[in-house]
């Protein structure tokens, strides 16, 4: 054996900031991927939601969101879950 060189380095821990920072930035891309899959019509304070959807998280996400928008009385979920 000529030598041992060690070339481990330790990095610095991520911030919480910056943890939620990148979690809040994958879930905005993940956000807008879905929202393309999906047509809202509105009627009044009826929102129709057409669509494709991953899962039932999916489903329940985007009815959910419906839901809260003010004005909003009834969602008729008409999204399909699966590709």
């Known amino acids: 054996m000529r030598g041992l060189y060690n070339r481990i380095t330790i990095k610095p821990r991520a911030s919480g900031q910056d943890i939620g920072a ?5 879930l905005t891309r993940q956000a807008m991927r879905e929202a393309r899959h999906l047509t809202i ?14 899962s039932m998280a999916e489903r329940e996400a985007a009815v959910g ?12 979920d008409k999204l399909q879950v699966g590709i």
């Open 65 to 76: 969101a419906a839901f809260s928008a003010r004005g909003v009385s009834r969602v008729v």
């Open 41 to 54: 019509e509105v009627e009044g304070g009826v929102v129709t939601l057409w669509g494709h959807v991953h």
């Open 22 to 26: 990148q979690i809040t930035a994958a």
